[in-house]
């Protein structure tokens, strides 16, 4: 079974950044409004993440580790429009399987101890009382002691380090209004106290010149929505209202041509709140670009877009990064000219 764990854990995590990423996404499902992140060497000695989410009693915490045990399938309409963050249960038995892991938890109900928990390549080694507080802390230690040929192909620390901070700023840009901090062996490296606006978050995270840099774009317009019947009402969950006209909406923030970056790093797209990679809308941000920056250098941009959990297909790939679209053309173009447009009607 830890075979089992440890090949998930190949499909899940490769580096730290990923196991940062199922980390804070179990943060967020449980509701953390405050959420600190601290690693060592990269992330390669420690990854620790605190949050003040609802916690864990004592059995949810050692089932936690248990395979496809998640609790986050509730209904049928689940399966079908995921709209949790995680939903496949394999991210903590499988990252408990390839490091050393330390669980502090508590739900802070005053009739509940807290739990302390240690496992180590998915061995459970100690379960003890621990009076915390409210949330949950996981430390990782030793990320892929266990599995030698995975560890060879961890970076620099200063690379690993990188992935770390892109993401804890990825999840920081979506959600203004929670606390997120990042430090890195004792250095804080992102400070992101709440704020109401986004705008406010760029600037806390990028400063003032870039946020100066910066154009705010929005847009929206009608999805196809052929071919998606409406599900019988036996299948229905009655709290879900009915399908919605299929809007999809675009904000976010797209650099002046002046703003030039030479990575593709500054190219932020976030689908449903998820962070996302995708060939399709970053050629689709290009070639709104085209013949406005020069072909050597990448624009900024923030891209927020909402449709409904339909049009979207987040189960490609198990690291969840990756997306299908339904209507592949027709998001690729509305980016495109929306962003166009937006720059067209900016410049001087
Ligand atoms: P999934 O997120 O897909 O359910 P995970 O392996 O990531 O699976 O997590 C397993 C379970 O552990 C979650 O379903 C949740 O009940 C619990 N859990 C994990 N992290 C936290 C957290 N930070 N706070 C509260 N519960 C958590
Ligand atoms: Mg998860």
Redesign the pocket.
Known sequence: DQVANQIAAGEVVDRPASVVK??L???L????NRIRVEVEAGGRKLIR?A?D????SRD??L???E?H?????RTANDLLSIA????????????ASVSRVTLE?STGEPEETGTRLEIAGGNILHVDDAAVPR??T?SIADLFFNTPARRKFLRAESTELAHVTALVTHYALVHPEKHFELVSSSHTLVSAPPVTRTAERIYQIFGKETLAQLLPVAAETKLDRAGLPEPPPWKRDPDEPARDPGQLRLSGFYSKPELQKLNRNSIYIFVNKRLIRDRLLLHAITEAYRNVIPPTSYPVVLLFLEMPPEEVDVNVHPAKTEVRFRQQNLIHDFVRDSLRTALIKARP
């Open positions: 199922e980390l996404e179990n943060s499902d449980a509701g953390a993440i949050d989410g609802c916690g864990m949810d915490a089932l936690a580790f395979r045990a998640t609790s986050k399938l949790t963050l995680g939903f496949r249960g394999e991210a903590l038995p499988s990252i938890t949330g949950t996981l």
